[in-house]
């Protein structure tokens, strides 16, 4: 009887959502949107802290200043382009360069659309701790690393040295460009950002050598000060080839996406997230109350709001 | 996951002394066979591909094809008649059951919604249970998590009605017919060995990320109990009932409904437990597709190395474990006892008051205004869990006099015995490896469990991931022998002794609820980045449920065998060595083949803190949209899990998760 009841509300249910026409794939909202008819806003948080801090001041500004909802969810950066071009998100806030994606979604079926300059430029690279470079000046080129391949093994490296790399998400050519460099090296996947900054943090703790993938702008440079290993420089288009590849990573200017019919119909939400607009400064002061103070992404925000007056006033466009 | 482990103890005690040798005689056939097959066999393999790695030959590379099926349903996704008019409607009919769920627990109020909870808790279990789920939920709102929570709670309610009639309508199938349910077993038996996380991947690929993809998941991985254990409950029903009532004339579907289905009432019921125990762990491994609320709390503090967040939202979860199983298994319990109530509110209006005592709270709380959990009534847990997770890496980390630290231990372990298990499974001849895993599960199992171990074994070989399936299984290997090494002596001691046993069991509560990821940083910051710090993880997963089948194995041993050996004079070891362990051999051996399921899944999860291997290539397919690379290391975690539970699982299969 109670199994009837369910499988009739089941396809009650059914019926009453889908309506009898098409469903529409581009229109899945996150079912925990817009409840208690506020006007929500969904925003894609990656994983590193700096795109929590951008995540958290937009979403604080929108709460306080422009009265939305605004529902947050963690999502890996290739997965985040297609939830946005499904609506399942209304806003990356900070992309390191995906030109497939960007050929796929923004050319191709015009369902996203870039809304500019997020202001901060990024820069990935290879880093060693500053109080061993001080130690040993001439680690920080590239053709002196083999010297060091024994102080910076570890046990998971083999018999090279280890070359941390994070999480599988982030932009890396480092296998390629240990094999073409020919450095005596392993590359060592820590296989999330949490895991690589909990190892860097134990090394610093002991000042021990270590050398590892990293990328600017960072909050944990505050903490551990760490010095770039020079690579060959990189030009326009030596990075075509990943397989061949012998040159650094280039600067990017992180930039921000939004879902097409968020960019048009989102009204205040949407033209307040394209004004959206500040500087590494900035950035790093929210991402370092967030992951060195601990502080709830919430607070850091509003602390950062209260004394930012002057720069997020041109956002709201009031 | 809690409790599911906990009561799967096997039935019967093992073979006697004539037994064993006769099952020592079948052995020794079966590896003369094997032996011969071998000397057939390896010449021709080694003559054509003497390589010592799986041939590249035999391998088939799916990169392409696959490439281009993800690309071909990210094309059509908008557009095709399969997912507009398919898909589609699934994924809608998923968000708005989700959100009118949802929405009914944000209407009813925190208030509400704890008095529901308490009442249906009081109705089910009775008084005592009742003020524990509502203190549970009144918790989960003092840690500040009342939002997500309801959100976990909403995904949780439909995931599970989704899996109850999913696994019911199987069940139901299974039950009835004896071809059916020969054709499921193997199915469901495959089902439960996959680690979760190695289908998240082809979910995400037709829904794209987000809840419809993590209701799905999480049906996939839930139903299955439900569909064993109704299958269970119909095919056990007692001879002499469903005689009597074919005598009195009842139809077939008159008999499924009077009869049937009404005695197998404790099997549903205990279905309905482990389906929500796995739904429930699931929902966390789930916030990697975006599933939202409480998994993917602990998954944003995971970001920022936050223990303590994690905790925060990891705590909730457990409670809500905690409330969930202990009441459906109180209603299991009822309907066992035959318990019939005399008091004046049995029935529908115990029920109904129940009911009205819950609105009349829901609008007295939005008379006041107070619908939102009010935020002032918050306790932060984070910056004391965070210096506690500082002080123990601080001073355990390196440089303890003598024993040295952590870091050192993980060190040692990794080049001691991870990298000679690796390098020795990845130096064996190809062939040499397919012939120990025939020999293997041949021995513990029948030739049919041999041959799919065998095959799957093939398998990852085929599909070119031979290699880094060894590491894999280098970790799962030296995973599950500190599991089983430690498991048996703290198994053995809860068995022994009362207080052991009753000071563990909370600690082995929250340690098999609390989400994996909780304890992915503490473990990096111990061990550092590697695989080490995987295996301690998963050494923790596993370690209750192997504490706990071996404490009832050995407790349930045959009495008057453990009195007849005191009264012969044998000493406590003695006991212990030559009645209790032998005696508990089949529990013994279902300590093992949980461990090893158990393992394989958390080791998996390392990749995220440097495990490396299947668990690396899986977190780099979902993260990179990369299904090819995601598709095919999932396809080898399955072929892996599938010939480690052949390889270790006993011949009769008492008492397998769950049935």
């Known amino acids: 009887m109670r199994r009837r009841a369910a499988a009739l509300l089941g396809a009650g249910t059914l019926l009453a959502a889908t309506g009898c026409g098409a469903a529409d794939m581009t229109k899945q909202a996150s079912p925990y949107a817009n409840a208690k008819g506020a006007k929500t806003v969904t925003l894609s948080v990656q994983s590193w802290v700096g795109a929590q801090a951008n995540t958290a001041v937009v979403k604080y500004l929108l709460e306080h200043k422009l009265h939305y909802r605004v529902d947050t969810v963690q999502v890996d950066e290739v997965p985040a382009w297609d939830a946005l071009s499904q609506g399942r998100v209304d806003a990356i806030l900070e992309d390191w360069g995906h030109p497939d994606q960007e050929q796929r979604y923004v050319k191709d079926k015009k369902t996203i659309r870039p809304a500019g300059d997020l202001g901060v430029t990024g820069h990935i690279g290879w880093y060693v701790p500053t109080y061993f470079a001080k130690k040993h000046p001439d680690v920080t080129d590239y053709k002196n690393l083999n010297k060091y391949a024994g102080q910076l093994r570890t046990a998971e490296s083999g018999g090279k040295g280890q070359l941390m790399d994070g999480s599988p998400s982030y932009v890396t050519n480092d296998k390629a460009l240990v094999k073409n460099l020919k450095l005596n090296f392993q590359v060592v996947f820590a296989g999330s950002e949490a895991a690589q900054i909990t190892q860097m943090k134990q090394f610093a703790k002991e000042k021990k050598p270590y050398l590892t993938y990293w990328y600017q702008p960072q909050w944990l440079f505050e903490q551990i000060p760490m010095t770039e290993v020079k690579l060959p420089t990189y030009k326009e288009g030596c990075d075509k080839d990943l397989a061949a590849i012998t040159c650094a990573y280039p600067k990017t200017p992180l930039q921000k996406y939004l879902n097409t019919g968020f960019a048009k119909n989102g009204g205040e939400a949407a033209e307040f997230v394209k004004r959206f607009k500040w500087s590494t400064t900035d950035q790093n002061e929210v991402a370092l109350l967030i992951a060195d103070k601990k502080m709830a992404p919430e607070a850091a925000a509003k602390k950062w709001v209260d004394g930012h007056e002057d720069v997020w006033k041109a956002w709201l466009g009031k | ?659």
């Open chain 2, 1 to 659: 996951m809690a409790v599911t482990t906990a009561r799967t103890a096997p039935a019967g005690a093992g073979t006697g002394g004539r037994g064993a040798a006769l099952l020592r005689n079948r052995s020794l056939g079966k590896l003369v066979v094997l032996a011969v097959v071998a000397a057939v066999l390896v010449p021709v393999a080694h003559a054509n591909w003497a390589s010592g790695s799986w041939p590249h030959d035999l391998t088939v590379n799916l990169t392409e094809p696959l490439g281009k099926v993800s690309d071909w349903i990210i094309d059509n996704r908008d557009s095709h008649w399969l997912f507009t008019y398919f898909f589609g409607y699934i994924s809608n009919a998923v968000v708005l059951s989700v959100r009118g769920v949802y929405l009914l627990f944000l209407a009813a109020g925190w208030a509400g919604v704890t008095a529901a909870a308490g009442l249906i808790a009081w109705r089910v279990a009775g008084v005592r249970l009742a003020v524990t789920t509502a203190v549970a939920f009144l918790v989960c709102g003092f840690l500040g998590m009342w939002v997500p929570t309801m959100q976990t709670l909403a995904l949780m309610v439909v995931a599970v009605l989704a899996s109850v009639i999913v696994g019911g309508l199987l069940g139901l199938a299974g039950g009835l017919s004896e071809r059916t349910h020969r054709a499921l077993r193997p199915v469901l038996d495959t089902m439960q060995v996959l680690p979760a996380f190695a289908y998240l991947l082809p979910v995400v690929l037709v829904f794209g990320i987000g809840v419809p993809a993590a209701v799905l998941a999480t049906v996939i991985y839930a139903a299955p109990p439900m569909a064993r254990l109704t299958a269970l409950g119909l095919r056990d029903a007692d001879g002499g009932v469903m005689e009597a009532v074919t005598s009195l004339g009842a139809t077939a579907r008159q008999r499924l409904t009077t009869a049937r289905l009404p005695l197998a009432r404790k099997q549903l019921l205990l279905g309905l437990n482990q389906t929500i125990m796995m739904a429930l762990s699931m929902a966390v491994i789930a916030s990697v597709i975006g599933a939202g609320g409480l998994g993917d709390r602990v998954y944003q503090a995971l970001a920022s190395v936050d223990v303590g967040a994690a905790l925060a939202a990891g705590i909730p979860i457990v409670l809500l474990a905690v409330v969930l199983d202990r009441t459906t298994a109180a209603a299991g319990e009822r309907i066992g006892a035959g318990h019939h109530e005399t008091s004046p509110l049995r029935g529908a209006r115990g029920w109904g008051l129940a009911a009205v005592l819950t609105v009349a709270v829901a609008l007295a709380v939005r008379a006041a205004g107070r619908l939102d959990w009010p935020e002032s009534w918050t306790v932060t847990i984070a910056t004391t869990v965070n210096d506690a997770v500082d002080w123990m890496t601080d001073h355990l980390y390196s440089g303890i006099p003598v024993i040295g630290g952590t870091a050192d231990w993980a060190a040692h372990f990794t080049t001691w015995i991870l990298d000679p298990v690796r390098d020795g499974l990845q130096w064996l001849p190809w062939w040499s490896l397919l012939l120990i895993v025939a020999a293997l599960a041949w021995l513990i199992g029948t030739w049919r469990t041999a041959l799919t171990a065998v095959l799957a074994m093939a398998a990852i070989g085929v599909l070119g991931r031979w290699s880094t399936s060894l590491d894999t299984l280098s970790q799962v290997l030296a995973a599950v022998a500190v599991t089983l090494v430690v498991g048996f002596a703290v198994g053995i001691g809860a068995a022994r002794s009362e207080r052991v046993d009753r000071m563990l069991r909370p600690v082995l509560d929250v340690f098999q609820t609390m989400p994996q990821f909780v304890y992915l940083i503490p473990v990096v910051a111990l061990f550092g980045v590697g695989r080490a710090p995987a295996v301690a993880a998963a050494v923790i997963y596993a370690l209750p449920a192997v504490v706990r089948i071996t404490a009832q194995g050995v407790r349930g041993v045959n009495p008057a065998a453990l009195e007849s050996a005191r009264s012969l004079g044998a000493t406590t070891g003695q006991q212990l060595r030559q009645v209790q362990l032998p005696l508990a051999r089949p529990a013994l051996l279902l300590a093992v083949n949980q461990g090893v399921v158990l393992v394989l899944a958390v080791v998996i999860i390392g990749g995220l803190v440097g495990g490396g291997a299947l668990g690396y290539d899986v977190v780099y397919g979902l993260a990179q949209g990369d299904f090819a690379t995601g598709l095919v290391a999932g396809v080898a975690i399955v072929c892996l899990g599938l010939m480690l539970d052949r390889v270790t699982q006993p011949t009769t299969r008492s008492g397998r998760k769950g049935a």
